[in-house]
């Protein structure tokens, strides 16, 4: 059994920060792929940001220069620095593991609010 669980969301101003973190817990070691997605309300659930198979990362554009992806060295946690907050970043965001087997692990999720 392997949980994702996150923390950090909450509610920010426009132009504020938060990070949010992600950590696995179970019979799990290392991952493959780990990163964000966010879906927002009457959206599909979208790529944020992602550490690749290959150890680069990759971000969605719209979030570019303003957040960043960070991990652990053994591949377990991952960060989400978000700063110049706006308020279409409002949504919950997932955390989302994929194992060396390939096997595919998602949180719960967190909401993030971006409003005056």
């Known amino acids: 059994q392997v949980q994702l669980v996150e923390s950090g969301g909450g509610l920010v101003q426009p132009g504020g920060s938060l990070r949010l973190s992600c950590a696995a817990s179970?019979?799990?070691?290392?991952?493959?792929?780990m990163g964000w997605y966010r879906q927002a309300p009457g959206k599909q659930r979208e790529l944020v940001a992602e550490?690749?198979?290959?150890?680069?990362?990759n971000y969605a554009d719209s979030v570019k220069g303003r957040f960043t992806i960070s991990r652990d060295n053994a591949r377990i946690a991952v960060y989400l620095q978000m700063i110049s907050l706006k308020p279409e970043d409002t949504a919950v965001y997932y955390c989302?593991?994929?194992?060396?087997?390939?096997?595919?692990?998602w949180g719960q999720g967190t909401q993030v609010t971006v409003s005056s």
């Open positions: 179970g019979s799990i070691f290392s991952t493959n792929r």
């Open positions: 989302h593991a994929v194992s060396y087997g390939y096997a595919t692990y």
């Open positions: 550490f690749t198979s290959a150890g680069s990362t």
